[in-house]
């Protein structure tokens, strides 16, 4: 169980924080920007589900693993760590999300152009959800440029926007209210 006796520490007010395992970094790290995109995204999911996103056991499971992930994120791999030794990420947090992938999409209309962002309320913060995703892919991918990640993390957040895209879908009307792209519609038309 976490205790949180003391909220504000001043150690951020010179641009520096702690990570995990108490060493010291500047707040402009690639690590704090990764683990940063992911409480985004956490957030992000919150306010989809209070404007109806669902299933709320399934958001709810990925938001708890996200808390995962942003602890995994939080403590640089050392070497000769031992498997347990730290809360890493596992593969069955992954596997979850592609059943959850598999399920929803047995119900969706058949993808026959991109969807744009939008159509119910819900979808469209689903969608907003899945873009935030992306960009904490991405900033992961460049901390593990550098640095050691675990796979299970990398893995996802690539199935995690995949669901958050199922998801937006099966909130438009499982894809009867999707918004198709119409590849060049508004050209040559002034």
């Not at 702690?18 to 995204?41: N, P």
């Not at 404007?51 to 056991?57: N, T």
């Not at 047995?106 to 899945?130: I, K, N, Q, Y």
């Amino acid at each position: 169980m976490v205790t949180l006796s003391k909220i504000y520490t001043k150690t951020g007010d010179a641009g520096r924080t702690h990570l995990g395992d108490m060493s010291d970094v500047a707040k402009t790290d690639v690590r704090i920007e990764a683990y940063g995109c992911v409480d985004e995204l956490n957030s992000t999911i919150g306010l989809a589900r209070v404007h109806g996103a669902g299933p709320v056991e399934v958001l709810t499971r990925v938001q708890n693993d996200l808390f995962d992930v942003g602890a995994d994120l939080c403590v640089p791999y050392a070497e000769g760590e031992k498997a347990g030794e730290r809360l890493r990420l596992q593969d069955t947090q992954v596997e979850y999300l592609e059943k959850q992938i598999d399920l929803i999409n047995e119900d969706l209309r058949p993808l026959r152009s991109f969807v744009l962002p939008g159509g119910t309320g819900a979808a469209a913060w689903l969608h907003m959800a899945r873009t935030v995703c992306r960009r904490a892919e991405r900033e992961v991918w460049r901390l593990a440029g550098d640095e050691t990640v675990g796979e299970s993390v990398l893995k996802y957040l690539n199935r995690l926007s995949d669901l958050l895209f199922v998801l937006a879908r099966s909130a438009n009307k499982n894809g009867d209210e999707d918004v198709l792209w119409k590849p060049g519609e508004g050209a040559g038309n002034e």
